[in-house]
């Protein structure tokens, strides 16, 4: 069973950088879809990019200037950190699996999440 | 970039059929996945790859996925169904969410 586990600070000072880190178990990071997903408070789910292992990511425009995920075979996990945040990047932070599936054509989504992180930016 | 659709809130009594739409241009061309999501917890699939259920999940929840719009159905909801739910498709490489519909059961 896949299991995810987020860590990192819940309070980090505008202007300054977010990190979150997700540690996998129960599956290599080296195959899926590592992915970021982020909730605003009272609000919907906002995806924020993936990392697939080899190198191939994508972010979401609207945060691409200031996202960077990367991933770490020897520990088994990924990160996030996402640079001069403002208040507007409160939010619950959520890392997950994403799942290529195939018949005929492919579909993608995701199985497995973390347990949310909730970080706040104020000074 | 592409858009999903959700009504923000749907009505149910115990018992009954609930129905979520999720709209999209030629959704029904991609493949629509489900979450639905309890207060204070994470999202949990429900629905994949338009209409199948991961184990676990009970078989009153179904799907249907054509032309623009995808829809979500529990039939005979019970009480525990009560959640966010959430659309999610595929698109130019890119994750795509629904805003949302608050499933009350009332």
């Known amino acids: 069973q896949v299991r995810l586990h987020q860590s990192g600070p819940g309070l980090v000072k505008p202007s300054e950088t977010l990190s979150l880190t997700c540690s996998v178990s129960g599956a290599s990071v080296t195959n899926y879809y590592w992915t970021w997903i982020r909730q605003p408070p009272g609000k919907g789910l906002e995806w924020i990019g993936y990392i697939y292992y080899g190198g191939n990511s994508n972010y979401n425009p609207s945060l691409k200037s200031r996202v960077t995920i990367s991933v770490d075979t020897s520990t088994n996990q990924f990160s996030l950190k996402l640079s001069s945040v403002a208040a507007a990047d409160t939010a619950l932070y959520y890392c997950?699996?994403?799942?290529?599936?195939?018949?005929?054509?492919?579909?993608?989504?995701?199985?497995?999440w973390g347990q949310g992180s909730l970080v706040t930016v104020s000074s | 970039s592409y858009e999903l659709t959700q009504p923000p809130s749907v009505s149910v009594s115990p018992g009954q059929t609930a129905s979520i739409t999720c709209s999209g241009s030629?959704?029904?061309?991609?493949?629509a996945s489900w979450y639905h999501q309890k207060p204070g917890q994470s999202p949990m699939l429900v629905i994949y790859h338009d209409n199948r259920r991961p184990s676990g999940i009970p078989e009153r929840f179904s799907a249907s996925n054509s032309g623009n719009t995808a829809t979500l159905t529990i039939s005979g909801t019970q009480a525990e169904d009560e959640a966010d739910y959430y659309c999610q498709a595929w698109d130019s490489s890119t994750w795509v969410f629904g805003g949302g519909t608050k499933l009350t059961v009332l």
């Open positions: 030629k959704l029904g061309d991609k493949f």
């Open positions: 997950a699996r994403g799942v290529r599936f195939s018949v005929n054509l492919p579909s993608y989504y995701f199985d497995s």
